[in-house]
């Protein structure tokens, strides 16, 4: 990882750490390095949440893009997989979204998007850092009628609803929906998007005020939304998180229905349909065992990756699978976008539940979610990587393995940026693989401290 940029885009406070200043020179050398080869004024969207360090954060980035030449389309405040799509129906150089996601209002983002809609590789990331940090002044200065100028696209918000509507055959009459904005990104979008569709849809968290995203709300904080489902008597309750690239359920009886349990239900009507890749869904080392029994049990393969929606976007990618995610509910649908989409994925579980006939409790239930307990044992930073040498702690994970006999797992692994070896396991009893995870932290502890 380098100075600027972590595992989503540039992220911190906003006028702290994230200043108008970086967002500036983020302008700069972004569109410098992902327009260097064009032949024409490049064109690069921009778009945000609804933060309300977004306007600041948005008037510098723009000055910066106009400076080195670039022409700026304002989308104004549209959901990140929005801007991915958008980008290659505009035919734009680039698009860049200024978010945290699911992060307090006080954080903001900026991450960048090519012309493809994919996100940076970290090789391009390193460029515009290595601009920022070491070489400004190879940037050009264009003046005259060569500096770069914004322009307002009034439509933006309607043609990306346009899309996700087009993804899926007939409408959604007759399905009650609860849907939780967030205070964030989709508050116009997902109810928009449903209620053409022709869904009864009940909405709470769409009066974004600035400071209210993600405020107890969202996909990272449910329990307002399971209550909300039970008071309205909904068929499926559905939460997006801040900039709407990720959306979990609630079934009818108010339980959550994570993103291990959507993409199970998903994949297996779309394999049903013959139309899922090589039978695969692409999921992180983090999904829960109950996705691999389901699998098994109904002819799926399961191909797992690294933490992270770029590991899952790769392996998609690289072996031609075409839907993949992670259990917060950042799921790709490769066929349809380029990144994780909140609204593309609700508007397809919805045409799932309607084609079905069936409750989505009922759906959900194909997969058994086993119990996870996470507990961090705490190291020092110089040991932390040296878990998968140390014999005693691998002898004790593998006959942990042989105990739970295809039923359970551990899995260890160190935090990127504290002094910590995460050790998740996984079976069907809690109260035994507490036991177990806590036996292993203190081993690990003597070990490694």
């Not at 396991?425 to 490694?448: F, M, N, P, Q, S």
């Amino acid at each position: 990882m380098g100075k600027l940029f972590g595992t989503d885009g540039v992220r911190g406070v906003a006028n702290l750490e994230l200043t108008p200043r970086l967002a500036y020179q983020l302008g700069q050398a972004g569109a410098y390095v992902l327009t260097g080869e064009t032949k024409h004024t490049p064109k690069i969207l921009v778009g945000m949440d609804t933060r309300i360090s977004g306007d600041m954060l948005e008037a510098a980035l723009i000055s910066g893009i106009c400076s080195v030449g670039a022409q700026v389309v304002s989308l104004g405040v549209i959901p990140t997989p929005a801007i991915a799509y958008l980008t290659r129906l505009y035919d734009a150089d680039a698009g860049v979204v200024i978010s945290a996601s699911h992060n307090p209002f006080e954080y903001n983002g900026i991450k960048f998007f090519n012309s493809n809609g994919y996100k940076l590789p970290d090789a391009i990331e390193d460029k515009i850092e290595g601009i920022i940090l070491n070489g400004e002044d190879e940037l050009p200065r264009p003046i005259g009628q060569n500096i770069g100028f914004k322009i307002y696209k009034e439509t933006a918000l309607e043609d990306y609803v346009s899309f996700v509507k087009g993804t899926i055959s007939g409408d959604l009459e007759n399905i009650k929906v609860a849907i939780d904005c967030a205070n964030g990104a989709s508050f116009q979008a997902a109810p928009m998007a449903l209620c053409e569709l022709k869904a009864n849809v009940n909405v709470i968290n769409n009066e974004p005020d600035g400071i209210n995203i993600n405020a107890g709300c969202g996909s990272t904080h449910m329990k307002q939304l399971q209550e909300y489902v039970r008071k309205t008597g909904a068929d499926i309750g559905l939460a997006f998180d801040g900039d709407a690239d990720r959306v979990l359920a609630v079934d009818e009886k108010g339980n959550i229905v994570d993103g291990d349990q959507i993409m199970a239900i998903i994949g297996l009507h779309l394999k049903q349909q013959g139309m899922l890749a090589h039978n695969t869904i692409v999921a992180t080392v983090m999904s829960n065992m109950g996705l691999d029994i389901m699998a098994r049990n109904n002819g799926l393969v399961i191909e797992k990756t690294k933490v992270g929606d770029r590991y899952v976007l790769e392996e998609m990618l690289n072996r031609g699978y075409m839907l993949g995610g992670e259990q917060s509910g950042h799921i790709i649908f490769l066929e349809h976008n380029t990144t994780g989409d909140g609204l593309l994925t609700a508007i397809q579980l919805l045409k799932v539940l309607k084609d079905s006939g069936k409750k989505l409790s009922e759906l959900a239930g194909v997969l058994q979610v086993l119990p996870q307990v996470l507990i961090n044992a705490k190291v020092t930073n110089e040991k932390k990587d040296k878990y998968l040498d140390d014999e005693v702690i691998k002898k004790m994970c593998q006959e942990l393995e042989d105990e739970f006999n295809g039923e359970g797992r551990v899995l260890i692994r160190p935090s990127g940026t504290e002094p910590l070896v995460r050790v998740m396991i996984e079976g069907k009893d809690k109260e035994i693989i507490t036991r177990r995870a806590k036996e292993l932290v203190r081993v690990i502890e003597g070990r490694l401290s």
